[in-house]
């Protein structure tokens, strides 16, 4: 494939080296210091677009890509708001768009361990339930959207839980959730790729899982093989839909 990167930071400087030993071609790198090239000119070289940019960023990043046909892969987090909106517009505009809170595949395995233990707490009222996430302070949104999966995972199944809320660990605003409510507690910490932690406590124990990431390879591993996936597909779609 041609794969035009839309963010070379970290992470985008990971996919690139994934791409090109997986046999890919990298034809547009867009970075802070060039945002101007990403054109429809230019992305019409490309066979896939992988954003790994900036919540500030990814929505017009997204919109540049509709505009020239080329399918996307989205791993930037913190646009969520306006999933429905970018969904209706991709299916209406006959695009292709793949987007996930996390690549890595022990993360997607993690998602589904997390949804299964939250169904098997419903016969378990004595545990109270919250969600830990801690990344580095480059960091800019936060909860994290793996973050943010999990805590969804537990609202989809567990009965007693009707929405999540977000603690940002040492600022002054401390939150005291609702019965029916999951507190998210997020972490900034330096050279932290990654760690996301579900504990279930009660007076007499504590249960938790948790998932912590060595290293960026394993998201850059995971967007270069949803890319691969994607080709010759059209409609919106989850990185969920890879592990199905």
């Known amino acids: 494939m041609k794969i035009a990167l839309l963010g070379y930071g970290k992470m985008g400087q990971i996919i690139e080296k994934f791409a090109l030993e997986r046999g890919h071609e990298v034809v547009l ?9 990403l054109t429809r000119q230019n992305l019409k070289n ?15 990043n997204i919109d540049t890509c509709f505009d020239a046909g080329v399918p996307i892969v989205v791993g930037t987090t913190g ?8 969904k209706n517009e991709c299916n209406t505009s006959n695009n292709t768009l793949l987007y996930g809170s996390n690549f890595s595949i022990g993360v997607n395995l993690f998602f589904k361990i997390n949804q299964t233990l939250a169904k098997l707490m419903n016969n378990y009222p004595a545990y109270e339930v919250q969600v830990e996430e801690i990344h580095h302070t480059q960091k800019l949104d936060s909860p994290s959207g793996t973050a943010i999966t999990l805590a969804e995972g ?10 999540w809320l977000n603690e940002v660990v040492g600022t002054d605003v401390e939150l005291f959730p609702k019965a029916d409510q999951l507190l998210i507690e997020s972490h900034r910490i330096e050279n932290i790729p990654g760690t ?10 504590e249960i938790e899982i948790k998932h912590t990431a060595h290293n960026r390879a394993g998201f850059a591993l995971g967007a270069v093989v949803a890319a691969e996936w994607l080709q010759n597909k059209k409609g919106f779609f989850s990185i969920t839909d890879i592990f199905e």
């Open 46 to 60: 490309a066979d896939v677009a992988i954003d790994f940019s900036t919540p500030d960023s990814v929505l017009h």
């Open 154 to 163: 537990i609202v989809d199944n567990l009965d007693r839980k009707n929405e």
């Open 29 to 37: 790198k867009i970075s802070i210091d060039n945002q101007e090239d």
């Open 196 to 205: 996301h932690t579900v504990i279930y406590s009660s007076e007499v124990d």
């Open 79 to 86: 646009w969520y708001g306006k999933l429905q909106e970018v």
